[in-house]
């Protein structure tokens, strides 16, 4: 009886302690997003949120913001938004901080542009978002 009370202990005693050293663990808290490492980012993102879903009834609710920098001039792309749900003022000002901080990061980095001309689509109201438009003399770019 002996042996087999050892062998039992001997077999139980490990599952034990892992049971216990993974029950003592908490379980890792939940991250939040890492905020964006350059400026330039973090007004992006603060765009986008100001822009939220874009929701529209009609194409007249709808307009295209011209946003970021390239380095020939001129805007990167451009975003449609909704008069209904966004801020014109609001927008326009983080749209010219998002411009001015890509301006500086790309003179630090030394970056060029293609220089190409890109052309404001203009927005339109589709499936009930305002989404960009296609523009005389071509689509511009939406930008995340």
Known sequence: MKIHNLQSLLL???????????????????????????????????????IGSAACKSTAQCRSLAVGYKACGGPAGYRAWSTTSSDEARLKALAAR???????????????????????????????????GRGEGGAGRLLN
Request: with cysteine.
């Open 12 to 50: 139980v005693t490990p599952l034990a302690l892992l049971c216990l050293a993974s029950c003592a663990q908490s379980p890792p808290p939940l991250a939040a997003p890492a905020p964006p490492s350059n400026p330039s980012a973090q007004l992006a993102l603060e765009l986008r949120t100001e």
């Open 98 to 132: 998002l411009a001015a901080a890509e301006r500086i990061e790309q003179e630090r980095e030394g970056m060029l542009s293609n220089c190409q001309l890109v052309t404001d689509p203009g927005a339109v109201c589709v499936a009930a978002q305002c989404q960009l």
